[in-house]
């Protein structure tokens, strides 16, 4: 949602900034300024969208791992359990 918005109010940034330019070359400067603005914002944005993705990938990684041990566990007593000779699933 907050990415959304972002993008949304860099692209209202943009369309104000194009429309400044055309209006008055003397707001150059202004616009130049509010264009790279805008693009750190989105820049940062990406970035912080990239970690949190990261940050859900390595979560779902680990949780996974565990789901695994947890199920290889559960077959390995099932078969001590049946006292049969090989227990490793």
């Known amino acids: 949602m907050n990415i959304k918005r972002t993008l949304l ?3 209202l940034v943009l369309v104000t900034a ?3 330019a055309a209006c008055s ?3 150059e400067d202004k616009v130049e300024d509010a264009m790279s603005s805008a693009g750190d914002t989105v820049e940062q ?3 912080d969208a990239g970690d ?3 940050s859900a990938g390595n979560s779902m990684e680990d949780t996974m791992t565990d789901a ?3 199920v290889e566990d ?3 007593d099932i078969k001590e359990g ?3 000779k090989d227990t490793d699933c």
């Open 52 to 54: 949190a993705l990261n």
């Open 25 to 27: 070359q003397d707001s």
């Open 18 to 20: 194009a429309t400044l």
């Open 45 to 47: 944005t990406m970035d």
């Open 9 to 11: 109010n860099t692209a």
């Open 68 to 70: 695994g041990n947890a």
């Open 74 to 76: 559960t077959c390995e």
């Open 82 to 84: 049946a006292n049969a």
